[in-house]
């Protein structure tokens, strides 16, 4: 969740207007021509902070990596031309399929966990608590920590033999599973401790969108006999809804790019249970020397995300509700 | 309004002066005065004041030049070397190791060397560093593989300890009778990787590689046997991965902590044993129908773009060469220093424990090499780790482990 832009959090904290307000219309030409050009370099000059590091460090690497993937690069000798050889040894390479398939595994186990258990806490924490506003500091606190210090933890949680969650399934009598030893659980231990990472982040932003909602509305649906689920179903949740796509939005991107949990909890293994796109891309550049293969592989990632991105904004007229 | 876009137009050229600023280096002065780079890994985890005093001689024997030591943990190093090559920041003078020597040297990266005093080193060792007759790196030490045991656990169950005639049988039967898991105390603890691999094929008469050098030739029934020989280890006479197994350092622990009664690691963890407190020794590896001990080679090199070539030249053969280095590797039991001179290794034998420090060299009279190919070593060596875990995990049978690594790895070093 480190790639959110703190302005996309604080405008929704601060509930400001969704859409940039336009200058006025102006018309004719003279001063109307030139405090236009005067609101455009403004605009400028206010980008350039963001623009400038943006170009230099993403935009640029980009196009370098789509030059890169169609070449055959080991990162020591000079990179030789071979047209789309590596898109077409990553399309036949059944490996593909896997990387995409554990990290469609992690988005399906993810999303609803942390959605769902984001908007609990809000809930919880938008009714007149004691304390609340402490609970929502404490919440979000593993949303400022570092992957590898959460990894490190949650591995040790996690620990076959003698971490505590088994300790304390033990107590009840029951086997706890090998977690990241075990293939079959190497995923959801990842799953879980995300979930757990990011529940603080998904929880703010849902708050911050429950405070928009006006109590009245609550006020109506009640004198309308709506008990407390009718309320949620009927009310929040269709109020609720544009904070829920941004959400939504933000979690599949990073979801598609999950990789620092699954680099320290459990390196893609074990027997690549749990090698996901990124994690593949890292060790065919880092650890094969592969870095023409390893690009294409990046840029067919970010096709993907782009067309699920753009499928969701599409998607959203139907049932993103902005009052 | 005015002034507050001067403010910015302010604030933005002075972000694109840092953000340029950022690019251009600053340079260093003196003119005879040269500090060179040296990263390595092998005096990580316990040598590093070792290294330093190799690094004070030279220092005092080369006035004006300085080394900048940078170590790393060898679990990161190969990555970090990779990378650094690439990016154009690789130190003057870079540790490699002997599987890596191959592709590294094939790729340009490394200077070639003119040693001054070629006799010191020995042969074998300083050939094994040569392509088409020019020297690319220097041995900087080798090691091998034994056998540890521990003698209270030996002596509780009233065994006799390990001999150099041992074979796999004798091993075996010595971890059971030494295996209490009720007590938390294990028989045997040998790795289940490449590494360990390779040799114990080579230990029942296999080779990893067929004669091309493209192809694998394990999938055999010595070869079958040998992944056993491994892997069925775990869980009866060694803990399994659940019980931490195979994780960074678990076995020196295990056995520094006096529940491992027989362990297969290298000669560089002597140091940590210095202060366990019950008695110890070493062994040469049991084997099955040949003996083979698992010989590695450490060596330095010079990046090809340092621009300080001669100087790190220099510090490369001290390095590896140099009576300082010698002496501080035998007083520290810091693996062996690659020299000629028999005599010198031979104050080594009377160095304290083990005490059958004579292991160490009898292991050479049967060795296995690891196997080198010309591309896809690192994947290679993590495929072969990864089907074996599987088969020890009893996701697999070794058959079907040892059919899939041989199909996986085909494809990627069949070049």
């Known amino acids: 969740m ?57 935009l640029g690497p980009m196009v370098a990596a789509a030059g890169i993937s169609f070449t055959d690069w080991n990162l020591l000798a000079p990179a030789k031309w ?112 995300s979930a757990w990472k990011d529940l603080g982040f998904v929880m703010v932003i849902l708050l911050a969108g429950l405070q928009t909602i006006n109590p009245d509305m ?100 139907r049932w993103v509700n902005y009052g | 309004m005015k002034r507050h876009l001067l403010v910015v137009a302010g604030l933005t050229a002075s972000a694109t002066v840092l953000a340029l600023g950022g690019c251009s280096s600053s340079g260093t002065g003196g003119d005879d005065a040269v500090t060179i780079t040296y990263s390595n890994f092998i005096s990580n985890d316990g040598n590093e004041e070792n290294l330093q005093t190799i690094v004070d001689g030279f220092e005092k024997a080369n006035p004006g030049i300085t080394v900048d030591v940078k170590t790393l943990p060898y679990a990161d190093y190969g990555t970090a070397l990779q990378t650094d090559l690439a990016a154009g920041t690789a130190a003057d003078v870079f540790d490699i190791e002997y599987a890596n020597y191959a592709q590294y040297q094939a790729n340009g990266v490394l200077a070639p060397l003119t040693v001054a005093d ?43 300890y390990p001999t150099s005639d041992w074979t796999w049988a004798d091993e075996k039967a010595a971890a059971e009778k030494l295996t209490d898991q009720a007590a938390g105390i294990w028989g045997d603890h040998q790795p289940v990787s490449f590494y360990e691999y ?52 678990f076995d020196t622990k295990l056995f520094t902590d006096g529940k491992l009664a027989m362990l297969h690691t290298g000669i560089w963890v002597f140091s940590s ?20 001990s698992a010989v590695f080679s450490n060596a330095v090199a010079v990046s090809a773009s340092s621009k300080h070539q001669d100087a790190a030249a220099k510090w490369a053969e001290y390095l590896t060469s140099s009576d300082v280095m010698v002496q501080t590797r035998l007083d520290a039991g810091w693996e062996l220093p690659p020299i000629s001179d028999e005599a010198q290794l031979d104050t080594y034998l009377g160095k304290g424990d083990p005490a059958n420090r004579q292991a160490v060299f009898d292991s050479l009279d049967g060795i296995a090499l690891p196997p080198v190919v010309a591309t896809g070593q690192q994947e290679m060596q993590d495929i072969m780790t990864e089907e074996l875990v599987e088969a020890q995990s009893g996701r697999k049978s070794v058959e079907d482990a040892l059919s899939s690594a041989q199909e996986r790895i085909d494809a990627v070093i069949g070049g």
């Open chain 1, 82 to 193: 071979i047209g789309l050889d590596n898109y077409a040894s990553l399309l036949t390479d059944p490996r593909t399929g896997d990387v995409f398939l554990h990290t469609l595994y992690y988005i399906v186990g993810y999303l609803p966990l942390v959605y769902v258990g984001g908007l609990a806490l809000a809930l919880a924490l938008n009714s007149a608590l004691k304390g609340r506003t402490l609970l929502r500091g404490v919440y979000f606190l593993p949303v400022v920590t570092s992957w590898i210090v959460v990894a490190l933890v949650w591995r040790w949680l996690l620990n076959p033999s003698n971490g505590v969650v088994n300790t304390v399934l033990g107590f009840f009598g029951i086997a706890g599973p090998g977690w990241w030893t075990d293939p079959n659980w190497a995923m959801p231990s990842i799953i879980l401790a």
């Open chain 2, 273 to 292: 044993m210095a202060d366990v407190p019950f008695g110890w020794d070493i062994a040469v590896e049991p084997g099955n129908t040949d003996k083979a």
């Open chain 2, 118 to 160: 070629p006799a010191a080193y020995r042969p074998t060792l300083l050939e094994a560093y040569q392509t088409d007759g020019t020297q690319y790196a220097l041995p900087s030490s080798f090691s091998d593989v034994v056998l540890y045991y521990n003698k209270d656990l030996f002596d509780a169950a009233g065994l006799s």
């Open chain 1, 2 to 58: 480190t790639a959110v832009p703190a302005t996309a959090i604080a405008a929704e904290e601060t509930d400001a207007p969704r859409r940039p307000v336009p200058p006025r219309p102006v018309t004719g030409r003279g001063p109307g021509r030139r405090s236009r050009l005067r609101y455009a370099l403004v605009v400028l000059a206010f980008l350039l902070p963001s623009a400038i590091p943006m170009l230099l460090f993403v």
């Open chain 2, 198 to 249: 390779y040799k114990t094929l080579a230990q029942n008469g296999g080779s990893f590689l067929d004669d091309s050098g493209t192809k694998t030739a394990f999938n055999t029934p010595e070869g079958i046997e040998a992944a056993k020989w491994l892997t069925e280890k775990s869980g009866t006479v060694m803990p399994t991965i659940e019980q931490g197994q195979g994780t960074p350092d």
């Open chain 1, 218 to 317: 609550y006020d109506a649906a009640k004198v309308d006999g709506a008990g407390w689920w009718r309320r949620l179903f009927s009310v929040t949740l269709p109020l609720l809804s544009p904070s829920t796509f941004f959400v939504l939005i933000i979690s599949l991107i990073n979801g598609f790019q999950v990789f620092d949990q699954v680099y320290a909890m459990t390196g893609g293994g074990p027997a690549g249970a749990s090698q996901v796109v990124v994690q593949q891309i890292y060790d065919l550049t880092f650890r094969y020397g592969r870095a023409g293969e390893a690009s294409a592989l990046s840029w067919m990632l970010f096709i993907v995300i782009l067309a699920v991105t753009v499928v969701q904004i599409r998607g959203q007229r």
